[in-house]
């Protein structure tokens, strides 16, 4: 089984400004990496897929990046709305598909 | 537009048994592999099972296999998972997701219901 694991935990961030969330597996996905987000009281939605693909009509300040082991997600200027955890999963050798154990994303 | 609709949630005792099901809308469901993915509450998230668009190829977890069962019905555009023996760690909201494309392999998932809870408790 392919072991994801987020870093940090939790991120302060000021509205604004840059986060940088990573996100590395145990071994080689390539680039079957994706990222969601979560908010509270919802489901997951999907925001980058192929490592670096935007899925559609998520906004151009998100932006994913990486292969092999690591992965970086970017969220270059963050809106209110965007304070949520926010989840990586691997889909290149599965089953069984597994996600790391998230990153929350907190007004600072 | 894409819609997931999950149902059959609700309180069960240790041992017990619930069917889940997904009502699918808005794309061609018979063409999607589908999958199940649990949230225990304030955890993370949990893949359960998966099954191709024609039912030939399913997955478990171990941590349910053996217990739940996924099957769909293509004609009435619409997934189940019955799950058994429902221990204490099943408690948690199901959801079940769309798998991104055609290639059933491609093990992301671009579509999600709003899940329902699941509750295994004396």
């Known amino acids: 089984e392919i072991v994801m694991a987020q870093s940090p935990a939790t991120l302060s961030v000021s509205p604004g400004e840059r986060a940088t969330l990573s996100c590395r597996a145990s071994?080689?996905?390539?680039?079957?990496l994706a990222w969601y987000q979560q908010k509270p009281g919802q489901a997951p939605r999907l925001l980058i897929y192929g490592a670096s693909t935007r899925a559609t009509g998520i906004p151009a300040r998100f932006s994913g990046s990486g292969s092999g082991t690591e992965f970086t997600l970017t969220i270059s200027s963050l809106q209110s709305e965007d304070f949520a955890v926010y989840y990586c999963?691997?889909?290149?050798?599965?089953?069984?598909?597994?996600f790391g154990g998230g990153t929350k994303v907190e007004i600072k | 537009q894409v819609q997931l609709v999950e149902s059959g949630g609700g309180v069960v005792q240790p041992g017990g048994s619930l069917r889940l099901s997904c009502a699918a809308s808005g794309f061609t469901f018979s063409t999607y592999g589908m999958h199940w993915v649990r949230q225990a509450p304030g955890k993370g998230l949990e893949w359960v099972t998966f099954i191709r668009y024609d039912g030939i190829n399913i997955y478990y977890a171990d941590s349910v296999k053996g217990r739940f069962t996924i099957s769909r019905d293509n004609s009435k555009n619409t997934l189940y998972l019955q799950m058994n023996s429902l221990r204490a760690e099943d408690t948690a909201v199901y959801y079940c997701a769309k798998g991104i494309s055609t290639d059933w392999y491609d093990g992301s998932f671009d579509y999600w219901g709003q899940g329902t809870l699941v509750t295994v408790s004396s």
């Open positions: 999963q691997q889909y290149n050798n599965w089953p069984p598909l597994t």
């Open positions: 071994q080689s996905v390539s680039s079957n």
